[in-house]
Each structure stands twice: as structure tokens, then as C-alpha cells.
């Protein structure tokens, strides 16, 4: 069965400095996409960033990126020069490249910014 | 980027009423819609899937006659929590998703209060 674990239920980083979330995987298939969405305050789900899985560079998006490792079966993310605004639930998501694209989540990794 | 519009934000209901939710693809044509429920402090958890024109497919558990989903158009799908009681009490989030597409775009979410 597929699995998406999230083993840090709750991270603090201080703004302006680097913090990395981590998530771990189980699956048999070979081609897939993962997910990274963040859910602020209002509970808007709000997609950080996406990896395709047969691509080896690992994805970027202005101060997040992700660190893909496919055969450890790793997808950790990181975010530079933390803001106040990157408070929020984070949950790594993977979904397999046919059928509905139905999306299995991690459990969440809250995140708060110290000012 | 893609917008999902999910309305209404909040309901308010008397236990033994039903209640429904709807969620609209505004900018793409959704060929999959997906509805999602959160308890507080967890991960979003499937309820069902639905394809336009089609009957939903529900996950284990979650009862069909309870919570009654119609998808019948490729910008609009319904989720009518039927003969509603206090432990539907939730947050209930839809997300859509265009043909060939495995990004998920989604509605900002309903809390459904039932007294």
C-alpha cells in the first residue's frame, strides 16, 4: 500500500534563517509526482511546490525547495529566509501518473516562525 | 493559476436537516473532483471522488447515502450531507483537478456546524 509519512508534527525556525521539513514514502511504482501543499490560519490549501519523479533535479520555487531522493524514497523541503507569512500546516502528497490522480497525504507538519 | 470556488464558507444546521456544498472549477474545465473532510489538527482525509457525468467512488467507510455527491457538470460538483447530525459537525474541502492534469487546485473549504 502506498504510504506518505510525516515523522515532525510540529517545527519551529526562526525568521530569516532555513528550516527543512521532512517526508518519507512507500510505493512500487516508478513514475509519480509529489506534492508539497501548505495550509496557513485560513485553511486555504495552497500548493508550494511539485517534483515529477523521473526528473532527478530536484524542484525549486523562489525560497522553497526540495531535496528528492527517489531510492531512499525521500521528499524533504526546504524553505530560506523564513518569513512570518510561512507559519502554517505543511503536507507532503503523492499521486501516481494514471486513474484519478487521487492524492495521498501525510498527517502534517506544523510550522512557526519566531520572529 | 486555477481557481476553485467552494461555497458556502460556513452552515450552520438543526440535527435531521440536509445540507449542500458546492464546488465550482471557475477558469478550467474539471474533469475529476475530489471531497475531502478535516478534523481539527489533522490531515485531510478522501471521502470521495467524482468524474463528471459519472457515479462518485467513495473510500471505505464513508457512507454514500449519507453523503450524496453529484458531479454534473465538467465546472460543478455538489456534496449534500443528508439528514445531518451533530457528529457531521466538520470541515469539508473540495479540489478539482482538469483532464491529464495531476495538480489538485482547492476550494477554500466549508465548516458545517450541526446543532
Known amino acids: 500500500a502506498q504510504t506518505v509519512t510525516q515523522s515532525q508534527p510540529e517545527m519551529s525556525v526562526q525568521e530569516a534563517e532555513t528550516v527543512t521539513l521532512s517526508c518519507t514514502y512507500d510505493t512500487s511504482e516508478s513514475d509519480y509526482y509529489l506534492f508539497w501543499y501548505k495550509q496557513p490560519p485560513s485553511r486555504q490549501m495552497i500548493l508550494v511546490i511539485r517534483q515529477e519523479a523521473y526528473k532527478q533535479q530536484n524542484a525549486t520555487e523562489n525560497r522553497f525547495s526540495v531535496n528528492f531522493q527517489k531510492a531512499a524514497k525521500s521528499f524533504s523541503l526546504k524553505i530560506s529566509d523564513s518569513q512570518l507569512g510561512d507559519a502554517a500546516m505543511y503536507f507532503c502528497a503523492y499521486t501516481i501518473t494514471s486513474g484519478t490522480y487521487k492524492y495521498i497525504f501525510g498527517t502534517g507538519t506544523r510550522l512557526k516562525v519566531l520572529a | 493559476g486555477a481557481v476553485v470556488s467552494q461555497h458556502p464558507s460556513r452552515v450552520i444546521c438543526k440535527s435531521g436537516t440536509s445540507v449542500k456544498i458546492e464546488c465550482r472549477s471557475l477558469d478550467f474545465q474539471a474533469t475529476t473532483m475530489f471531497w475531502y473532510r478535516q478534523f481539527p489538527k489533522q490531515s485531510l482525509m478522501l471521502m470521495a471522488t467524482s468524474n463528471e457525468g459519472s457515479k462518485a467512488t467513495y473510500e471505505q467507510g464513508v457512507e454514500k447515502d449519507k453523503f450524496l455527491i453529484n458531479h454534473a457538470s465538467l465546472t460543478l460538483s455538489t456534496l449534500t450531507v443528508t439528514s445531518a447530525h451533530p457528529e457531521d459537525s466538520s470541515f469539508y474541502i473540495c479540489?478539482?483537478?482538469?483532464?491529464?492534469?495531476?495538480?489538485?487546485?482547492f476550494g477554500a473549504g466549508t465548516r458545517l456546524s450541526v446543532l
Open positions: 479540489s478539482a483537478r482538469g483532464a491529464g492534469a495531476d495538480i489538485q487546485y
